[in-house]
């Protein structure tokens, strides 16, 4: 009995980065992107959360885009 291919959208966001992955059950790692506010926040010496948690939700979506276009894939 043959397997079915699994595809699993990974989404993880720390404090000062975006990361999006897509992992296939066949072919481990098909894509990613990674977003980092390293810069953004440098001038504040440190990590701003309500800055950081901004910059995740303007980034989120964009990535995903991203990351489905480099593997060919839609949903």
Same mark, same amino acid.
């Given at each position: 009995?043959?397997?079915?291919?699994?595809?699993?959208? /990974?989404?993880?966001?720390?404090?000062?980065?975006?990361?999006? /992955?897509?992992?296939?059950?066949?072919?481990? *790692? &098909?894509?990613?992107? *990674?977003?980092?506010?390293?810069?953004?926040?440098?001038?504040?010496? /440190? +990590? +701003?959360?309500?800055?950081?948690? #901004?910059?995740?939700?303007? #980034?989120?979506?964009? @990535? &995903?885009?991203? +990351? @489905?276009?480099?593997?060919? *894939?839609?949903?």
């Amino acid at each position: 009995m043959a397997t079915k291919n699994f595809i699993t959208l /990974g989404i993880e966001s720390s404090c000062d980065e975006t990361g999006i /992955g897509l992992y296939s059950s066949d072919q481990g *790692l &098909i894509a990613h992107q *990674l977003f980092s506010q390293v810069e953004m926040h440098a001038e504040y010496g /440190g +990590v +701003v959360p309500e800055l950081a948690s #901004r910059d995740h939700i303007q #980034r989120t979506i964009p @990535l &995903i885009k991203a +990351v @489905l276009s480099e593997a060919k *894939l839609q949903l």
